[in-house]
């Protein structure tokens, strides 16, 4: 796929704000076209993802995305840090186990992945169920959607791909015959078929808690690695460790990318674009030094469109790399070429393995800073 790439954050900013002539039609599109034999096996379950929300210009998705904010509106994202700090500490108290007992511990798994799902579940009213199968199904997913697989592993990927969308089917119906209040009843009242409560609740359950793993992964692991210049000592601070988040938003996002396509002739930043041209957004690594305290905002995208979890994901993600310092304050990275997970719009590495620091290396420090001071 040829793309226009638009890097300039304030162009980037305008485009993402300029929807009717920037639409979001190709936001969910499969970046590899599927295979005759990955539509057949969709289509036994009949999957369907008619625009709803993200790829949703039309008149319909301002009503559709009230709907979904009231479950994140900033009294709600706010009153949830002290469960967010429950989760994690248990994560972590699992992890500090971990730790002690095989001295070493994966802080991908045992810290970022759990905490977001269940915590989405609990946000949204709907039940606590499949984590680990729903992980599964989230990370193959968007390698299908904003992957290149060759056909086979495309086709291992469908097929996944239609048994979430059959568990799915069968979730949102139980939801909305539920008498709690939770997402898909509410989207039901507004009067969207099953179909679009499938479509919506596909890509929603995915980035509703995979993205925010994803930034927690990454941002635990740019700064064991020196990337973001806070010893990781200093994340016991709330301070630090918000700016730390930030810092990755700013350069290392999880999600660099968005994609638009162009509704008609139009001219943006010096540029032309024919109707038709699909355009690459750079959300990330691309701010001047000195670049104003917002500027890791455009990581979550802008207007119509930006993502409702926005406070929420960041919201998480201090949270736990602040607890992480406070719980796991001696610890150094073990692996420092990780395996990383690369898509189109989606990067983070798939472990961040971590070891306690030897008290020798202690010990060491210690001499030598003595001997510094005699």
């Known amino acids: 796929m040829n793309y226009h790439v638009i890097r300039d954050p304030r162009v980037v900013r305008e485009v993402f704000n300029r929807p009717v002539e920037f639409s979001s039609a190709n936001a969910l599109l499969a970046v590899t076209p599927l295979t005759a034999a990955s539509l057949r096996v969709l289509e036994r379950v009949d999957f369907a993802l008619p625009a709803v929300l993200a790829s949703n210009d039309g008149e319909s998705h301002h009503g559709i995305r009230r709907v979904v904010s009231a479950y994140f509106t900033p009294a709600v994202v706010a009153g949830l840090e002290g469960r967010i700090r429950e989760l994690v500490r248990a994560a972590l108290t699992t992890a500090r186990e971990r730790l002690a007992a095989d001295g070493s511990v994966d802080l991908v798994s045992a810290v970022a992945a759990e905490p977001p799902v269940v915590l989405m579940f609990e946000m949204l009213g709907l039940p606590v169920r499949d984590i680990q199968q729903l992980k599964v199904w989230s990370r193959e997913s968007l390698e299908l959607f904003w992957g290149w697989p060759d056909d086979d592993r495309q086709l291992h990927l469908a097929r996944d791909a239609a048994e979430f969308y059959l568990w799915l089917r069968a979730f949102v119906a139980e939801s ?199």
């Not at 909305?176 to 078929?193: K, T």
């Not at 638009?260 to 002739?265: E, F, G, M």
């Open 176 to 374: 909305i015959a539920s008498p709690q209040r939770n997402l898909f009843a509410s989207l039901a009242e507004h009067g969207l078929s099953d179909a679009q409560m499938c479509s919506l609740g596909y890509f929603l359950l995915i980035a509703g808690q995979e993205t925010t793993s994803q930034l927690i992964s990454t941002t635990m692991f740019r700064v064991l690695d020196g990337s973001v210049g806070t010893p990781w000592a200093e994340l016991e601070s709330r301070q630090a460790a918000t700016a730390a988040v930030r810092h990755v938003l700013a350069t290392n996002s999880p999600g660099p990318t968005a994609r638009r396509v162009a509704a008609v002739d139009v001219t943006v930043g010096g540029e032309t674009i024919p109707a038709g041209a699909e355009v690459l957004l750079e959300l990330t690594g691309n701010h001047a030094p000195g670049a104003n305290g917002t500027a890791y905002s455009i990581a979550f995208g802008s207007g119509i469109h930006r993502c409702l979890g926005a406070r929420l994901s960041e919201l998480e993600a201090t949270v736990t790399v602040q607890e992480a310092a406070r719980v796991l304050p001696d610890i150094q990275l073990l692996d420092r070429a990780p395996i990383w997970t690369e898509l189109l719009s989606f990067r983070s590495p798939q472990s961040v393995t971590v070891g306690a620091r030897r008290e020798q290396e202690f010990a060491g420090a210690a001499r030598r800073h003595s001997a510094h001071v005699d």
